[in-house]
């Protein structure tokens, strides 16, 4: 079993994804959101680019929710921003197209992996049980933030790396695991992407990110239909 | 002063490069190997992207030395590999296009940036006092190997970074920081492009790599002409 990392989503073009399971992390917000929302009762998530893909959907079907942000704000029309905290049992049962900056942009382009499950903070505990269990190469995927470094998805990726035993590590995935050990998760609410969230005055949802092993659950998306939810 | 890097060329795509000096470092090989070319007398160095751009300049100006490699090989016809260890004095007074997978690539992505500098370990306490005279913003690209990650290249932006004081330092840049803290010289040749070397039979090439703070140039490319000379 292989550990991988790729520090942004864009290094994915120089990888060979076939019979890896992408493992992808956006704690501010996306994958913590969307756990938010399963664990409330949502039927399944479906990822997608760009916000017009999202209202053409629902033109097909009006009964989908959507939800996503631009600018960390919520889109226009859209029914949720990206906060975990909006996802109460409103949507239970219910279909939620989701669009975001870098979270739902990142599991786009892992597509070509044998499979891709979303974690975060909350689940990374479980993310790294489900990983021994599978027994696959992996590769962990940070979404980053607007194309960049995002240092807490890559401490996540680190601390799900040093709980996975006997693996060969990459140089990458063994650079996440240094920062998993050497910097706190308080270090992380001072990072750049937590500043920027902290000034919007989203502070509740910085803290709710951040409750590290608070969630037995693990996101997987269906390979063919592409719909995420629950292992 | 800011201090920010990329950890792939890829991620530049996402970076404002204005204002800033970029510094490229790919220490297995280019950016030592170019060093020593210019410190054996060598009147400039031009880089290019693709090896056929190298063939067309010569076939215009036969004076023109070729080197480079392509999997760490010499390209059939050019006159040099990529090793710091064939640049003697056969190179005095001439003038080298160059084209490597990893470091030429990294410098022609980074063009946008005020000024490029090109680094390495043997010039690294040599690149830090330059960027701490010239007070500017600054963006190190380590070069990175076919596109992802390396760990080499990081440590020694990382150990850059350590040097200049009273700066604003961005996570990524914190990030190779800790990489360079944490992890010895020693380390790096047990990394995984340094195995490569290693595994084709490159050992002088890694330790003359690897001598760190050796040399007090640095390379600058002048932003008009392209041509890199020491600074």
Redesign the interface.
């Known amino acids: 079993m292989q550990i991988d990392?790729?520090?942004?989503p864009?290094?994915l073009?120089?990888?060979d994804l076939r019979g890896k399971i992408a493992v992808v992390i956006d704690v501010f917000r996306f994958t913590t959101a969307a756990l938010a929302a399963l664990e409330a009762g949502a039927a399944g998530i479906y990822v997608v680019k760009e916000v017009e893909e999202a209202i053409e959907l629902r033109a097909k079907d009006p009964r989908l929710l959507l939800a996503g942000e631009r600018r960390a704000l919520k889109v226009p029309g859209f029914d949720f921003g990206n906060s975990p905290l909006e996802f109460t049992n409103r949507v239970q049962g219910r279909r939620i197209v989701w669009c975001t900056t870098n979270g739902t942009n990142a599991v786009t382009m892992a597509a070509a992996a044998d499979e891709v499950i979303l974690a975060s903070l909350r689940s990374a505990a479980a993310a790294a049980e489900y990983l021994s269990a599978r027994k696959k190469d992996c590769i962990l995927v940070p979404a980053g933030l607007?194309?960049?470094?995002?240092?807490e998805d890559?401490w996540c990726a680190g601390y799900i790396a040093r709980q996975l035993e006997g693996c060969a590590v990459?140089?990458?995935a063994?650079?996440a695991m240094?920062?998993a050990e050497?910097?706190s998760l308080r270090d992380l609410s001072a990072?750049?992407h937590g500043q920027v969230l902290l000034g919007l005055g989203m502070a509740a949802d910085v803290e709710y990110c951040l409750a590290l092993n608070s969630s037995p659950n693990v996101i997987r998306q269906d390979p063919l239909s592409g719909w995420c939810t629950l292992a």
């Open positions: 990392l790729t520090f942004t864009a290094e073009a120089y990888c607007r194309g960049r470094y995002s240092l890559t990459s140089d990458s063994q650079t240094c920062i050497h910097w990072a750049q």
